[in-house]
């Protein structure tokens, strides 16, 4: 440690707050703006510098680093074309919550407004999609921004916190002392649920007949996994999860019905259909999860645990809100529930769905499918791998299929849908898991929109699983096309224009293979697993026209579910 | 239904900014936004007049608070309150008619803050309404230009306090 109170340049401060706050990996690419930082970092040796090969793909494995670890991903990019090519990233964790922090180089502060080489409004850019954004003016404010950034990032709704390092204030002087506290008297993030809603939700919950929980990303952001597991297992309650819920609880556990929501189970769907008392934990009543608002959960008495209060009746009004810390409150209301409820009916109802529409697929025709192969991996890696996807229907089968036994393991871009999130999230949840498989379940057009990190993964020896599916089709949006949009499949059709995977893998010094035989998915697959001295890459070559079920068209109530291909029309 | 929203935020680089791209991004009426210094040199007060159903109020409300620059929001709207505007209006006059603007001025207790050869302006300061109804009055005769405040408030008695404990964590 150095003295404090020692004169540092911005350059040196800014190295010392991040080793104050034990940062381990930086994400970043150099350029002019920041060139002094990166003159220091040649001989910074309490942290390591991942060097990237887009800036959109430092954001994102920022994020995928912050989410499988639940520590804070960090970025460090140039002024103008670096820190605008972060832009889609910082979107994407300000959807989803996820607790980063971005530096940006920045032109002189004497230069700001001159159109300077290099320059970019950056803090202008991302006022809408950061928790927080700053501009530091003066090196002498330098390490409490830093010291208010890092807080407000992991802290109460976790995001994005953007930087922006003029070059002067890098290279200026000042005395160096890190602040021991944070001074924000407009922000007060750590709450603990009012005691009063709470007893009243235990008493409500008491008197259920058709309880259900509806678990969103906030459990897994606040810890709470155990305290849900307790409460739920306990109480013998029903457990449904949103897209970033997934693996909040343990996704094989009879208890657990699966993804609610557009693609949702059917049982899910008709749990919520039809509960008496809908419980929210950490989720937001996303239109992705409702359908059509005004007939979600038409009956049920609405619950709503939160720490962002904004999240409370913005798109679904509820009958009791309670705004705290998740964790803590699922901790209080299991402490006031002491009587396992009665619910035979109930759980005897969902079983009856379960039985009358499980998830399914064709089977008996021999062709390879994305659902086998993800059902594969699932029972291969027995739930524990860290599943990391990219946007698309493979997104939506990984979801439905991969059974999720521990927090922290499905990565995935919810809020945004960011194709092109896949890849990088997966090289910087690698760089946070040392005892897990991470695997990376992409699609064929996502896969190449961040295909440059290949050389990333290469480079640091990352034993990440890449499974490619490859359909030869934007297939999500062929699938809308199909349904939606008179079978014109405008501009979906990748068959004539992709690349050989396995050729491109090889380039890049992957081992990499292909099939297209659902023969050989076994061999592969072990193969794959079992490969840990480097990245490995399987392309599956699978059908070109399949469809993600059960679907609830967008803006149509959950009831209005299909359920398989045939008829389009015929509800259930 | 209309509602007045005074918010304390850190006399900061940016501060408005924020608050008028959530407004932007949100999707929220403004009707009029001012900002100006308080008794605390850090500390500026903005006065947001803001129009929509009560459940898109309470989001208003709750967006600002969320909002790391801000320090205290209160919806004025059904307190006892003071709410003020000021108009600079100037308005054409003929022969016949410089005397009958002059009185309305005079009415309303305004100031004839400059005038020329065609055309005279007034200062009116109070309640929107009130600009409200001098607008409606001067509008025959022909308004050439219009500057208004846009609403500043203060809730009647005690006023709204700075908190003076920041907050500390960690
Ligand atoms: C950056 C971005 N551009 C466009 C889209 C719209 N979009 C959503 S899914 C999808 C198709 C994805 O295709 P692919 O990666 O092959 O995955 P698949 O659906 O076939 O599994 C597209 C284009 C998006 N989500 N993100």
């Not at chain 1, 807080?151 to 916190?161: D, E, K």
Request: hydrophobic share 40%; charged share 25%.
């Amino acid at each position: 440690m150095r003295n404090p109170n020692q004169t540092l340049s911005g350059a040196d401060i800014f190295f010392e707050c991040l080793r104050q706050e034990k940062v381990e990996y930086i994400f970043g690419y150099p350029g002019g703006a920041v060139l002094k930082l990166y003159e220091k970092l040649y001989d910074v040796d309490f942290l390591k510098h991942i060097l990237v090969r887009h800036e959109q793909g430092a954001a994102h494995m920022a994020e995928g680093y912050a989410k499988a670890s639940g520590k804070i991903g960090v970025v460090l990019v140039t002024s103008g074309p670096g820190a605008t090519n972060t832009v889609t990233g910082i979107a994407d964790a300000y959807m989803d919550s996820v607790p980063i922090v971005v530096f940006t180089g920045q032109v002189a502060t004497h230069l700001i407004g001159n159109d300077a080489f290099q320059e970019a409004d950056i803090v202008g850019i991302t006022r809408p999609i950061t928790k927080h954004n700053f501009l530091v003016r003066d090196v002498k404010e330098l390490a409490a921004t830093i010291k208010k950034a890092f807080y407000i990032a992991s802290t109460g709704r976790p995001g994005p916190v953007l930087v922006d390092l003029p070059k002067d204030v890098i290279n200026s002087v000042c005395e160096f002392e890190y602040p021991e506290k944070v001074e924000l008297r407009g922000y007060k993030p750590t709450f603990l649920g009012h005691q009063n809603q709470i007893k009243k939700a235990a008493e409500i919950i008491k008197k259920a007949k058709r309880p259900l929980l509806y678990v969103g990303g906030g459990v897994i952001m606040s810890n709470g996994e155990r305290e849900l597991k307790l409460f739920a297992k306990e109480n013998n309650l029903p457990v449904t999860m949103t897209l970033q819920g997934l693996g909040a609880f343990p996704g094989n556990d009879p208890q657990s019905l699966g993804m609610l929501g557009m693609h949702g189970t059917y049982y899910a769907n008709q749990a919520v259909n039809n509960c008496d008392v809908l419980v929210s934990l950490g989720a937001r009543f996303d239109d992705r999860v409702t359908g059509k608002v005004d007939t979600f959960a038409i009956n049920a008495y609405k619950i709503h645990v939160d720490i962002d209060p904004t999240c409370i009746d913005k798109n679904v009004v509820v009958d009791l809100p309670i705004v705290g810390d998740v964790k803590h409150v699922l901790a209080e209301l299991a402490a006031e529930l002491n009587e396992p409820l009665q619910l035979d009916e109930w759980w005897n109802q969902i079983n009856k769905w379960k039985e009358i529409c499980p998830l399914h697929y064709e089977k008996n025709d021999g062709k390879l499918r994305s659902e086998f192969i993800i059902e594969k991996i699932s029972e291969k890696t027995k739930g524990e791998a860290v599943v990391v996807t990219d946007v698309g229907q493979h997104q939506m089968w990984t979801a439905q299929y991969y059974k999720f036994n521990n927090p922290r393991s499905h990565l995935t871009s919810g809020g945004l849908g960011t194709m092109g999130f896949g890849l990088p999230a997966s090289i910087g949840a690698a760089f946070a898991t040392k005892d897990r498989p991470v695997i990376l379940i992409s699609g064929d057009g996502g896969f190449q929109m961040n295909i440059q990190e290949l050389a990333t993964v290469v480079y640091y020896k990352l034993p990440v699983k890449i499974f490619v599916i490859n359909n030869s089709f934007l297939g999500m949006v062929r699938q809308w096309q199909e349904l939606f949009h008179d079978e014109k499949y405008s501009f979906t059709d990748l068959s004539a224009s992709n690349p050989d995977f396995v050729k491109v893998a090889e380039a890049f010094g992957l081992k990499a293979f292909s099939t297209n035989s659902i023969l050989n998915v076994d061999e592969i697959l072990d193969e794959a697993l079992a490969y840990n001295s480097g990245p490995v890459l399987v392309e599956f070559k699978v059908v070109k026209e399949d469809m993600v079920f059960p679907m609830v068209p967008a803006g149509k109530s959950i009831s209005q579910m299909m359920t398989k291909r045939l008829d389009p029309k015929e509800m259930v | 239904m209309k509602h007045t929203i005074s918010v304390l935020v850190e006399n900061q680089f940016g501060a408005f900014n924020r608050v008028a791209t959530m407004f932007s991004g949100k999707g929220f009426n403004i009707h009029s936004i001012s900002i100006g210094e308080t008794e605390t040199p850090e500390v500026s007060r903005m006065t947001i007049v803001t129009e929509g159903e009560d459940k898109i109020m309470e989001q208003v409300v709750k967006q600002l608070n969320r909002l790391i620059d801000t320090i205290k929001v209160i919806d004025l709207t059904g307190q006892d309150r003071v709410e003020r505007e000021l108009a600079l209006i100037t308005v054409f006059y003929q022969k016949g008619t410089r005397a009958e603007i002059i009185s309305v001025n005079d009415i309303f207790r305004g100031n004839v803050v400059d005038i020329n050869n065609k055309t005279i302006t007034l200062e009116i300061t109070g309640p929107p309404s009130k600009i409200d109804a001098v607008v409606n009055v001067l509008e025959p005769y022909g308004i050439k230009e219009m500057a208004r405040s846009g609403t500043v408030a203060l809730k009647r008695g005690e006023q709204l306090k700075i908190d003076k404990n920041i907050v500390t964590q960690q």
